[in-house]
């Protein structure tokens, strides 16, 4: 809205502007805070994404909402289950075993097999929206070519390629990949003083869902390993052996 009326946004994170407020809060002191950081050359941007991206973004959000209502539904059923000696391997996809068996099991009763169909329909409704969401961020993914080069790197799927795409528009806000790795929260916290350096764990002051998509293909790949006796860890790569570059 504001850039359509002719005004360049600059967004800066709250917490930038914080050290510069002297003392209590009021609209005064903010403003004299936002300016005053405004001006420090060294100052750090939020990029400013178009009402499109942000949409998508919404699409992001919902999926991850639904995925952890699917995961309590999921654990509820296991429970009650559970209760009657009713149990299967972990996973999802086990889930129409167990509730198959305990719809044959004669000795549950009949009233704890109804509450379960109760949650089990509403398992079956959360997975339709989830593979019509999951379609059109496919189809966001295919058209994006950002988000396609970000899909070959091992690791990297087509969600963690739209999240990145999205959530950091601007590559080139960044001087290297530390710098990044460091927005991301994924450095060590350092607490030096007087030539001393000490290092600590990982910040996490970024994005929680991107460093979590990290994490998650960092396992996976770690997971496809196999082990050589001269190279230590061997990664299997069924990609393409020129995959596409990116280009900023």
Known sequence: MLRGLGHEVMLV???YIKPYVKRGKNDKIDAEAICEAMSRPSMRFVPVKTAEQQATLTMLGVRDLLVKQRTMLINAIRGHAAEFGLTVAKGPRQVNELLQRLASEEDVPALAREMVGVLASQLDGLDIKLRTIEKRLMAWHRQDQTSQCLATIPG????????????????KA??????????LGITPREDSTAGRQKLGRISRAGDEDLRRLLVIGATAVIRAAKPT??????FRDERSASP???RS
Do not use: E, M, T
């Open 13 to 15: 994170p709250p917490q």
């Open 156 to 171: 990297i799927g087509p969600i963690a390629g739209v999240s990145f795409a999205l959530k950091v528009p601007d590559a």
């Open 174 to 183: 960044f001087r290297s990949g530390r710098r990044f790795a460091s927005w």
């Open 229 to 234: 006796a001269a190279h230590g860890l061997q």
């Open 244 to 246: 596409a570059r990116c």
